[in-house]
């Protein structure tokens, strides 16, 4: 049951993310053909291989410890499905599924279609890539600091900035280093989010 709500919580996440920037498309294209493009479903001919681990590892070194601090002093706690799967089941295949839909689709996914997909672009187009970047890092910044309300001011000033410069980072990658393609910087975010609760778990549960 708890599989199937959060495959459920996924896919109804990832719709109403995608109907924003799809009715935006809609409505100033006036067309449906080509929105996958659009938004960055696309390989590049030369992957940017190195900035892509570059900026995971610098993601991994920077990220890490904070979170880990924030987590082991119960500033940020985890809730949501893949800790109630942990807590029923341990590492089984259950909890592995859970994680990996959470953070593949629910939310690297998710994020990427509207914040660099296409609140970026739209920015960039309007004010310019550096404004427009900043504007939609600090709004990825903002959606994060929900986790740590009532928690102290540190502690949000830390979410911020940490989840801000995630956004910054990705944004400049998507329109520096992959000509728009979010996919790059999908694979990434992705991939720390799963680190994230396996550390989490493993440690500090």
């Not at 999908?186 to 778990?201: D, E, M, Q, R």
Request: with cysteine; proline share 3%.
């Amino acid at each position: 049951m708890i599989f199937l709500n959060q495959l459920i919580s996924a896919i109804v996440q990832l719709l109403f993310f995608t109907s924003i920037p799809f009715v935006w498309y809609v409505v100033t294209n006036r067309k449906v053909a080509g929105f996958f493009q659009w938004i960055g479903f696309k390989l590049v001919p030369k992957p940017p291989i190195r900035y892509v681990i570059m900026i995971f590892v610098t993601f991994l070194v920077i990220i890490s410890v904070p979170y880990l601090w924030l987590y082991s002093s119960g500033t940020i706690t985890y809730s949501g499905f893949t800790i109630e799967s942990f807590q029923q089941t341990g590492w089984g295949f259950q909890t592995i599924c859970i994680i990996l839909i959470w953070a593949i689709v629910q939310t690297s996914l998710t994020e990427e279609i509207l914040f660099r997909g296409f609140l970026c672009k739209r920015l960039r187009d309007k004010w310019g890539w550096k404004a427009g970047n900043s504007i939609q890092a600090f709004l990825f910044g903002i959606i994060h600091i929900p986790a740590v309300s009532g928690t102290g001011l540190f502690a949000i000033v830390v979410v911020f900035l940490l989840t801000g410069g995630v956004g910054f980072a990705l944004g400049w990658l998507l329109q520096q280093k992959t000509n728009g393609s979010i996919l790059y910087g999908w694979c990434i975010h992705a991939a720390v989010n799963i680190i994230s609760p396996i550390f989490v778990f493993s440690f500090l549960l």
